[in-house]
């Protein structure tokens, strides 16, 4: 697999995981938010993101998300299964539910609070991508693993089989570009920025679009990204 094998662009945000004032999954809201993701164009969404709160989730309340977003929406806009996890083999069932949902991808980030090394970065991906064919997204989230990962590593990760983009949400805009520069040919490059002039260097240089914000300004967001 490499960027070629999929078509994801434009705006793809982490979205809110609706719950009940018991703490229990809103269904019935979950199944009216993803109706109006796609009304409101959005280009995909991450599903059990970091705004989904991925870390209040039991296994079966993510897989049941993806379940019935799968059943309700796949076709109308890109569908990725947040998978973050701790361990290896957690994220690997997280994968698996993905997979067996029918959604188009998974997002991944480092495991959070290890702050593993490199190679340990590199190993852990290999080992949920050999585990699991379907197409993977890394996401450097530096806030929330203490690891920011740099363009040699982003591009160590590039050469794993099924990784196919990156969201690159590093606080260093010049690692931010590096990456863009090195590795926008080989992988789908998504970034954090929102003005016009960071919307005008994703595209002057090749990248994909944005991951991030939400969906709080509905229709707005993907019209920015897309022209």
């Not at 996890?85 to 690997?92: D, G, L, S, V, W």
């Not at 050469?159 to 931010?176: C, E, H």
């Not at 991030?212 to 920015?224: E, I, K, S």
Request: with cysteine; hydrophobic share 45%; glycine share 12%.
């Amino acid at each position: 697999m490499d960027r070629n094998t999929v078509d994801w662009h434009g705006y793809i945000p982490a979205v809110t995981t609706p719950f009940t004032s018991q703490g229990d999954l809103d269904l019935a809201a979950w199944d009216e938010q993803l109706e109006w993701f796609a009304a409101e164009g959005l280009d995909g969404v991450v599903i059990a993101g970091t705004t989904g709160e991925w870390y209040t989730l039991t296994p079966t309340e993510r897989a049941e998300l993806f379940t019935r977003a799968a059943r309700q929406v796949r076709g109308r806009y890109t569908l990725l299964g947040g998978c973050n996890a701790y361990t290896a083999a957690a994220a690997i069932g997280h994968a698996r539910a993905a997979r067996a949902a029918g959604l188009d991808g998974i997002l991944l980030t480092p495991p959070p609070y290890v702050v593993p090394n490199s190679r340990e970065i590199v190993a852990f991906y290999a080992e949920v991508s050999a585990a699991v064919d379907i197409p993977v997204c890394v996401y450097n989230w530096p806030r929330g693993t203490g690891v920011d990962l740099d363009t040699d590593t982003l591009s160590a990760l590039a050469d794993i089989p099924n990784v196919v983009a990156i969201k690159n949400s590093t606080g260093d805009f010049g690692g931010f570009v590096r990456g863009l520069v090195a590795l926008h040919e080989r992988v789908r490059y998504f970034g954090i920025t929102t003005d016009a002039v960071g919307a005008a260097l994703m595209r002057g240089i090749g990248g994909d679009g944005l991951m991030g914000a939400g969906a709080v300004l509905g229709r707005d967001h993907p019209a920015f990204f897309g022209h």
